[in-house]
């Protein structure tokens, strides 16, 4: 199902992914095999901020971690700015659920990491990764360790992580999964700030609907698993900027979270099923 969601605007950019009938299959231990992914085709301009959202298990992070290059897919292929992806994409910065900070580095230090190791001078590198955390609020926390910071504040810190080395994609698994409500709109509104500064191609998985409208320009859905396949792409037309509880209000906002929840529906039902309602 489609609703002509990607449009002439995204066409008309740079594609900065795509994915072409992607199938992605793993081998288990008794010699079977099983279908995480199936016939998965997807493009996402440069600049354009896609969601993707589906039942638990369907594959959303699979899918992430092959246009990642963590491993190739099973059938298909993966395009990166034109050219077919073999190996790491050099050319991503991935934001994980789970925290992605060295226990035993200040805020700072864990900033400035990823220039150090690939060649920047220390002092340059921590000069930048001061500017970062100020970009992210936390000009004032650099010499804290993260057991010391809360969980929004290890989220800023790992945001300032991934973008100090300015990937020119965004992969986002979960982000702001553990946080509570609150910091999680806090959280999104940074994150679109920062965007829409520097507009970078972003997929971005989340189980919540409401913040896939609220952030994206485009809601991908996806399929219970196994063999999972893309069932549904909606074009947000929700004027930009943004603030993530305003929009909420927005009389279109409910228009298409309604739309988009008959798709997702079924396939989160499908999902319950198979895990046993767990």
């Known amino acids: ?31 079977g095999s099983y279908t995480a992914v199936e016939g998965a085709s997807l493009e996402v301009a440069d600049g354009e901020f896609v969601a993707i959202v589906g039942p638990t298990g369907c594959g959303k992070s699979t899918l992430l971690n092959v246009t990642a290059g963590l491993f190739p897919p ?83 810190v790992g945001l300032a992580q991934v973008l100090i080395r300015d990937p020119k994609i965004l992969l986002m698994d979960e982000p702001f999964g553990p946080l509570d409500a609150q910091t999680r709109q806090i959280m999104g509104n940074l994150l679109l700030d920062l965007w ?42 929700l004027t930009r900027p943004r603030d993530t509880a305003e929009v909420k209000l927005d009389p279109e906002f409910h228009r298409l979270h309604r739309d988009i929840w008959q798709t997702l529906k079924a396939e989160v039902m499908k999902g319950y099923e198979q895990t046993g309602g767990g």
């Open 74 to 156: 099973s059938q298909g292929r993966v395009d990166i700015f034109g050219a077919n992806l073999a190996g790491l994409n050099r050319q991503s910065g991935y934001l994980f659920q789970s925290e992605a900070l060295f226990p035993w580095k200040t805020a700072l230090e864990n900033v400035a990491i990823g220039l150090e190791t690939a060649g920047t001078p220390q002092s340059e590198a921590r000069a930048r990764a001061q500017d970062w955390l100020t970009r992210v609020g936390l000009g004032h926390f650099g010499p804290r360790y993260p057991h010391m910071l809360s969980g929004g504040q290890r989220k800023r």
């Open 196 to 237: 829409s500064a520097d507009r970078k191609a972003v997929m971005f998985v989340t189980h919540d609907l409401e913040e896939a409208i609220a952030l994206s320009d485009r809601v991908v859905i996806m399929s219970a698993g196994p063999a999972a396949r893309i069932i549904g792409d909606w074009r947000v037309p």
């Open 1 to 31: 199902m489609s609703n002509g969601a990607s449009g002439a605007e995204a066409h008309s950019r740079t594609t900065a992914v795509a994915l072409s009938d992607v199938n992605i299959t793993f081998r288990l231990a008794d010699s």
